[in-house]
T-cell receptor, first 109, second 117 residues
């Protein structure tokens, strides 16, 4: 079966660092994606990992361990505009993306 | 960059009517498009995979006779919600997978908010 788990919600302070974890058990694996989604809008791409290790892109970094079925998204120097839902998604066979339930991040001043 | 459009962006319809939603890849070809549904405060749920020139593949639990998908060209897929009911009210999002250039990259449309009264 397919199972992707991430915390439902998190709260952090402006300027701080936050790590959002994602664990997965899927029948196929062709990469893991992180998306940001603001209410009422479509998801926007943040990062993609297919090999183990850390991918850094500005204030956002994403890590993958395929043997552990684990990934995290790290957000540094948090800004108020980073308040959003963060979606972990695994790409399986045929390019299908299976999404986790999303983590609602609230950034407070 | 790759752009995917959806039309309409929102629609209100009466119970029992049908609604068609279009998904277009504007500057790239997409042999495969995906349709998702998202209820409030929930994540995206894959409904079906749409392949150009062939029948769509539906996920378990999704009624193919209720959610008609047509992928007639490399840049257009349509989702028709037939005999809509209030429980079909949701945010419908499509994505298109590039078949040239950055092959395999998936780009999301802006979504269509459907409200059935």
């Amino acid at each position: 079966g397919q199972n992707i788990d991430q915390p439902t919600e998190m709260t952090a302070t402006e300027g701080a660092i936050v790590q959002i974890n994602c664990t997965y058990q899927t029948s196929g694996f062709n990469g893991l994606f992180w998306y940001q989604q603001h209410a009422g809008e479509a998801p926007t791409f943040l990062s993609y990992n297919v090999l183990d290790g850390l991918e850094e892109k500005g204030r956002f970094s994403s890590f993958l361990s395929r043997s552990k079925g684990y990934s995290y998204l790290l957000l540094k120097e948090l800004q108020m505009k980073d308040s959003a839902s963060y979606l972990c998604a695994v790409r399986g066979q045929g390019g299908k993306l299976i999404f986790g339930q999303g983590t609602e991040l609230s950034v407070k001043p | 960059g790759a752009v995917v459009s959806q039309h309409p962006s929102w629609v209100i319809c009466k119970s029992g009517t049908s609604v068609k939603i279009e998904c277009r890849s504007l500057d790239f070809q997409a042999t495969t498009m995906f349709w998702y549904r998202q209820f409030p405060k929930q994540s995206l749920m894959l409904m079906a995979t749409s392949n150009e020139g062939s029948k769509a593949t539906y996920e378990q639990g999704v009624e193919k006779d209720k959610f008609l998908i047509n992928h007639a060209s490399l840049t257009l897929s349509t989702l028709t919600v037939t005999s809509a009911h209030p429980e079909d009210s949701s945010f419908y999002i499509c994505s298109a997978m590039a078949s040239s250039g950055r092959v395999g990259e998936q780009y999301f449309g802006p979504g269509t908010r459907l409200t059935v009264t």
